[in-house]
């Protein structure tokens, strides 16, 4: 579990949300997968409902990456791992990466001084375990 407030949280289930629709399907799976989340960095789970609407909203209203991101990067390295890890959760939950979904997670690495290597581990480890 991750030391975030509640618009830390807000913030990166926006980014969740926004690589989730990347591929232009925002399938149940993938909202089960921000939802558990949400409710994972919550003291109060009855806040999880309204914090996935702030975020859903705040995602539809913004084209920004740099807005979520900014959350992120001078976050220590085993929060950034954390988050690299629910983001490749939600773009492997269809068992396809496509360009787009890879590209994504390259510039999101990138903007949060996160290692491509790392984050392809994280990938790797994710996809054995599936």
């Not at 969740?16 to 399938?27: E, R």
């Not at 919550?42 to 996935?52: E, G, H, P, R, S």
């Not at 890879?102 to 392809?120: A, V």
């Amino acid at each position: 579990m991750l030391k975030l407030n509640q618009k830390e949280i807000v913030g990166i289930a926006a980014l969740l949300i926004h690589a989730a629709k990347i591929d232009d399907i925002y399938s149940e799976k993938e909202k089960k997968i921000i939802l558990y989340f949400i409710e994972n960095n919550l003291d109060d789970n009855t806040l999880a409902k309204k914090i996935m609407n702030e975020a859903e909203i705040l995602e539809k209203n913004s084209n920004q990456l740099l807005n979520y991101t900014k959350i992120i990067k001078d976050s220590p390295l085993k929060t950034k791992s954390e988050i690299i890890e629910q983001l490749w959760k939600i773009l492997i939950s269809d068992n396809n990466v496509d360009l787009y979904e890879s590209n994504l997670m390259r510039r999101i690495c990138g903007l949060i001084y996160f290692s491509d290597k790392e984050s392809g581990e994280i990938k790797m480890k994710l996809m054995k375990s599936k």
